[in-house]
């Protein structure tokens, strides 16, 4: 109607507006990882489906050799998930304790501006290349492991397991330190009121009462380890092994799948097709060690 104004929106009608299109925004955020995630998945059980199709599962699962490159065909997993076993290993005995102890003392005893320094210096060590991390495995920690057992070869697992656990410290000690930190300051007074030392404290107060942060911090650090690719690509030798010594060379799942899809081999070929089928059983993996430290986590937080 002429001359008639134009209608507007109430301000309560607009801040309904607002939140519902930021509400929006959020769920759509949230959404893109979890769809992200089941793409891969499905990707990855599509492709498995093709393989097994031509490979009995198994052979997969039982058998010791895996040679699909070779004329002598063997599609036995378990030398890759031996070498990544090992190798996540000697990085979790390297990374934990220290990650540990660096997270009790920055959270505990160190002064805040020893707290400033150490901290950032540590994580800068999670900005580092892996591929810088291979070449120093390869060129400085096996040559000085060499000196102490000279029979060591120049590819082993040891010196890629060692500085892989050196790259996830930061990530233990960081997310540690964090859970840590947050533990309320009544619970540390009440053991200070009871004669505990700050030791005590630290260790039957702090860490308990902090266990699910500390858990997710090493279920972390365990899943990078885990995944961690160019360190062993370069470090640990790309020829599969089935062996539990850490100081032979052996081929890892993600270095396997890492030499195989940069290669000449054709898509759809049963030997590409492997590459799927060693990344679902990397998922796999990954998935039970995060439901295991799911229930530790768990069984802890109802204990303490």
Known sequence: ?????????????????????????LFLAALSSV???????AILVYESILFFQKVPIWEFLTDTQWTPLFDDKHYGIWPLVSGTLVTTVVAL?????????IAIYLSEFAPPLVREVIKPALELLAGIPTVVYGYFALLFVTPLLQVIFPELPGFNMLSAGLVIGTMIIPYVSSLSEDAMRAVPAHLREG???TGATRLQTALRVVV?????????????GISRAVGETMIVAIAAGGQPNLTLNPMEPAATMTAYIVAVSLGD????????????????SLVLMTLVFNIIGHFLAKRYREIY
């Open 93 to 101: 005995i390297v990374a934990i304790p220290l990650g540990t102890i």
């Open 1 to 25: 109607m002429i001359g008639a104004k134009p209608t507007r929106l109430s301000p309560k009608l607009l801040r309904n507006l607002r939140e519902r299109a930021i509400e929006f925004v």
């Open 265 to 280: 081999l054709p898509h759809g070929s049963l030997e590409y097709e492997t590459i799927f089928a060693v990344g679902l």
């Open 191 to 193: 053991s200070y009121a």
């Open 35 to 41: 769809a992200t995630t089941i793409a891969i998945v």
């Open 208 to 220: 308990p009462a902090s266990i699910s942060g500390i858990s997710a911090a090493y279920i972390l």
